[in-house]
T-cell receptor
């Protein structure tokens, strides 16, 4: 079964409103989670790294005031798309690495959220 | 940003055939991961590889971590219609921190 749960799976919002997407690790703690954006038929583009208890780190070109990330607990990270515009419409996916021994990890992904801004 | 070289970009094969795809990089990776993504879903982890030379199977899937640590391949034996989807390789390397670097994906289509 899923080890990372993302909610909602799809959302339609009006331009100018904000949308919150949740990412939960279900049976393990994740001090780090990742947020990606994916355009049709393309690979995943890393937007930011969510760090529990500290500020998120954003990839170059990603507006931190536009995409607010909060990692309030060891099992929950949220991404809020503020003042959404049609160009923000996309498929957003989170992932959480589950640590094994040493530095090796398995990264599990949420189901994704299809955001449509109208 | 950095991306792995994944090939082929797409494949259209007959049901029952074996499939092979690979990823290469100019950088050394410590972990290789293979994912499958169905339309409208998040990627699902298929196989994780942690050691150079490691060969791991998961049902009809077999993946190997290249000896040079710069490449990996995924084989699917006796393909079936539900194998349709996009397959991504991903690598982790110390120089990229804990972030995954992805290939562009291989789109697999199966003729029944």
């Amino acid at each position: 079964g899923a080890v990372v749960s993302q909610h909602p799976s799809w959302v339609i919002c009006k331009s100018g409103t904000s949308v919150k997407i949740e990412c939960r690790s279900l049976d393990f703690q994740a001090t780090t989670m990742f947020w990606y954006r994916q355009f049709p038929k393309q690979s995943l583009m890393l937007m930011a790294t969510s760090n529990e208890g500290s500020k998120a780190t954003y990839e170059q070109g990603v507006e931190k005031d536009k995409f607010l990330i909060n990692h309030a607990s060891l099992t929950l990270s949220t991404l809020t798309v503020t003042s959404a515009h049609p160009e923000d419409s996309s498929f957003y996916i989170c992932s959480a690495p589950r640590s094994g021994t040493g530095v090796n990890t398995e990264a599990f992904f949420g189901q994704g959220t299809r955001l449509t801004v109208v | 940003g950095q991306q792995l070289n994944q090939s082929p970009q797409s494949m259209f094969i007959q049901e029952g055939e074996d499939v092979s795809m690979n990823c290469t990089s100019s950088s050394i990776f410590n972990t290789w991961l293979w994912y499958k993504q169905d339309p409208g879903e998040g990627p699902v982890l298929l196989i994780a590889l942690y050691k150079a030379g490691e060969l791991t199977s998961n049902g009809r899937l077999t993946a190997q971590f290249g000896i040079t640590r710069k490449d990996s391949f995924l084989n699917i034996s006796a393909s079936i219609p539900s194998d349709v989807g996009i397959y991504f390789c991903a690598g982790q390397a110390y120089i990229y921190g804990n972030k995954l670097v992805f290939g562009a994906g291989t789109i697999l289509r199966v003729k029944s």
